[in-house]
């Protein structure tokens, strides 16, 4: 009777988990914005009015968020209903613990979804708020959401333009450091010979080395200081 129950139970926890992963599907297209309810196959007048749509409402997602937290709440109490039953033995026990962590999975899945759902939403605000208003229309600069994304793409690529003419000048200042730093080589070398043929000069040699790391240390400082505000500039 306890064997019957567990294949029960089991069958049901198979039929359950196949169903969530379908709607964990259709899920996460919703929550990416390519589950839309209108647009499909219109003509390109329409494709030319869903830059300026709202996003699809939030009833449609909260409904099916809804119905997939009963169905893993449901999962859930199934698993307990096995791990409740007499153990049968070790394949029982190892298809229990994988039960669970399916269900983990789809859980992780779900609250992933729900996340980025939100962070669209938020982007989508801001962006509305900024060329578009609340009903979705075009606000008094004309901006539909297609060209505030273009306009975004722009600042971004202004941005990384910034950044890379950072990196050169980083890169360009790196290069000439090195070469002076091959020349003081060079120069200590020609001391050393000196200072090997005139040993009166030695404890001048010394004062000089030591003052040339240190200027080599704020130097390296000083450059260092400067790629970071930079960055921090270029970023801001």
Do not use: W
Request: proline share 2%; charged share 20%.
């Amino acid at each position: 009777m306890g064997s019957s129950s567990y294949d029960v139970l089991r069958k049901q926890a198979r039929t359950l988990e196949n169903d969530i992963d379908l709607k964990l599907v259709a899920f996460s297209k919703i929550g990416a914005g390519s589950g839309g309810s209108s647009g499909i196959g219109n003509s390109n007048s329409s494709n030319g009015s869903a830059d300026t749509s709202p996003l699809l409402g939030d009833h449609v997602f909260d409904s099916l968020s809804e119905e997939i937290e009963q169905m893993l709440e449901k999962l859930s109490t199934l698993n307990e209903s096995m791990s409740d039953l007499p153990a049968t033995g070790a394949a029982a026990m190892h298809t229990l613990q994988r039960h669970r962590e399916i269900l983990h999975g789809y859980r992780q899945e779900f609250n992933k979804i729900c996340a980025n759902h939100t962070v669209r939403i938020e982007r989508e605000e801001l962006l509305r708020g900024s060329g578009l208003t609340t009903s979705g229309s075009p606000s008094i600069s004309g901006l539909s959401r297609r060209e505030m994304y273009m306009k975004e793409t722009g600042h971004l690529s202004s941005a990384s333009h910034l950044v890379n003419d950072q990196i050169n000048i980083a890169i360009e200042t790196r290069d000439n450091l090195h070469a002076q730093r091959q020349a003081f080589k060079r120069l200590q070398t020609r001391f050393n010979d000196i200072s090997n043929r005139f040993p009166l000069i030695s404890s001048l040699i010394q004062r000089i080395n030591i003052k040339k790391r240190r200027d080599s240390l704020i130097l390296g400082a000083v450059v260092a200081l400067c790629v970071i505000l930079l960055l921090i500039y270029a970023f801001n």
